[in-house]
T-cell receptor, first 112, second 114 residues
Framework: DTEVTQTPKHLVMGMTNKKSLKCEQHMGHRAMYWYKQKAKKPPELMFVYSYEKLSINESVPSRFSPECPNSSLLNLHLHALQPEDSALYLC???????????FGPGTRLTVL | EDKVVQSPLSLVVHEGDTVTLNCSYEVTNFRSLLWYKQEKKAPTFLFMLTSSGIEKKSGRLSSILDKKELFSILNITATQTGDSAIYLCAAFSLTQGGSEKLVFGKGTKLTVNP
């Protein structure tokens, strides 16, 4: 299995909803990442997990809450989002010490 | 502040043309430079470059890194309409805390017309 999967593919939520994005990989990668990508912009790093521990938080608002329950799974919990949070949310993984990151297909999030 | 700059931002060519995409970088604790191709969804990995002057090649695509001048180029020969995409350059750095971080450029949007 050489891919990163993300669910759901699309998500529409209201500003008072609570939802979660899920990312999974079975490549044995111990580094996992969340990125946010707005239209016509490059991906922006949000969080990095190394060995299931949060190692980088790029000053992301607390309405985004990451979780890494095990070495294959990465979640992003969403609560009280704003319309400007609408974007493509990408998950990536890599081996520790190897720089190639492999991206999942993304979740297209729309906040109404 | 870490920075990756790509040029041109947009490029329109005809099938069969050869194109060169540029990427310059300034990051602390530079480890490697990566090229990705992004069509409608997630970026797909093309190349990783860590050593200066060694060309990486895959079919019609090739890339080289100059660590002294802090830049990389991506060449595509005999372009095809399927090469139309956004090409992202990213520099990999090691933060002071020991974490690994990828800094992306804004991308070059390549359009190949038949």
């Amino acid at each position: 299995d050489t891919e990163v999967t993300q669910t759901p593919k699309h998500l529409v939520m209201g500003m008072t909803n609570k939802k979660s994005l899920k990312c999974e990989q079975h490549m044995g990668h111990r580094a996992m990442y969340w990125y946010k990508q707005k239209a016509k912009k490059p991906p922006e790093l949000m969080f990095v997990y190394s060995y299931e521990k949060l190692s980088i938080n790029e000053s992301v608002p607390s309405r985004f809450s990451p979780e890494c329950p095990n070495s294959s799974l990465l979640n992003l919990h969403l609560h009280a989002l704003q319309p400007e949070d609408s974007a493509l949310y990408l998950c990536a993984s890599s081996q520790i010490g190897r720089n190639e990151q492999f991206f999942g297909p993304g979740t297209r999030l729309t906040v109404l | 502040e870490d920075k990756v700059v790509q040029s041109p931002l947009s490029l329109v060519v005809h099938e069969g043309d050869t194109v060169t995409l540029n990427c310059s970088y300034e990051v602390t604790n530079f480890r490697s430079l990566l090229w990705y191709k992004q069509e409608k969804k997630a970026p797909t990995f093309l190349f990783m470059l860590t050593s200066s002057g060694i060309e990486k090649k895959s079919g019609r695509l090739s890339s080289i890194l100059d660590k002294k001048e802090l830049f990389s180029i991506l060449n595509i020969t005999a372009t095809q309409t399927g090469d139309s995409a956004i090409y992202l350059c990213a520099a990999f750095s090691l933060t002071q805390g020991g974490s690994e971080k990828l800094v992306f450029g804004k991308g070059t949007k390549l359009t190949v017309n038949p």
